[in-house]
């Protein structure tokens, strides 16, 4: 299996937003303006994701695994970034930062498990 545009694009927007968000609790007491806008950046690639894959789904693109599990997995993913945002900006301390790179990170590894009830292959 050779990984899909959308999963290579969702790695480097988690990737990056890790990164941004470590830096950030390294350098800030709180969380600042770009650590929340790259969770925010992960919230609508993950937006664009959901009607890609119900666009190609719809189109007669079959799932390897079950479709249940794959559309749970999408919902989920869309919660968390939505939860570590209200986590930081209810709760202004440098550890808020930590909770936005997590986003990154949990998104990346239910992206690589999306991938494999898509495709199967490498991944499973």
Same mark, same amino acid.
């Given at each position: 299996?050779?990984?899909? +545009?959308?999963?290579?694009?969702?790695?480097?927007?988690?990737?990056?937003?890790?990164?941004?968000? #470590?830096?950030?609790?390294?350098?800030?007491?709180?969380?600042?303006? !770009?650590?929340?806008?790259? #969770?925010?950046?992960?919230?609508?690639?993950?937006? !664009?994701?959901?009607?890609?894959?119900?666009?190609?789904?719809?189109? +007669?693109?079959?799932?390897? +695994?079950?479709?249940?599990?794959?559309?749970?997995?999408?919902?989920?993913?869309?919660?968390?970034? #939505?939860?570590?945002?209200?986590?930081?900006?209810?709760?202004?301390?440098?550890?808020?930062?930590?909770?936005?790179?997590?986003?990154?990170?949990?998104?990346? !590894?239910?992206?690589?498990?999306?991938?494999?009830?898509?495709?199967?292959? !490498?991944?499973?």
């Amino acid at each position: 299996m050779i990984a899909s +545009g959308f999963f290579i694009a969702g790695a480097l927007v988690c990737l990056a937003s890790v990164v941004i968000s #470590v830096i950030a609790t390294i350098f800030r007491n709180h969380p600042d303006d !770009v650590a929340i806008l790259s #969770v925010a950046a992960v919230e609508l690639f993950l937006i !664009v994701y959901s009607i890609a894959a119900a666009a190609r789904q719809l189109g +007669g693109e079959a799932l390897v +695994g079950e479709a249940w599990e794959f559309w749970g997995y999408v919902f989920t993913a869309l919660i968390v970034p #939505v939860a570590a945002f209200w986590w930081a900006v209810t709760d202004k301390t440098r550890w808020s930062n930590l909770v936005l790179a997590a986003v990154g990170a949990t998104v990346f !590894v239910m992206l690589v498990r999306m991938e494999q009830i898509w495709q199967g292959g !490498v991944f499973a």
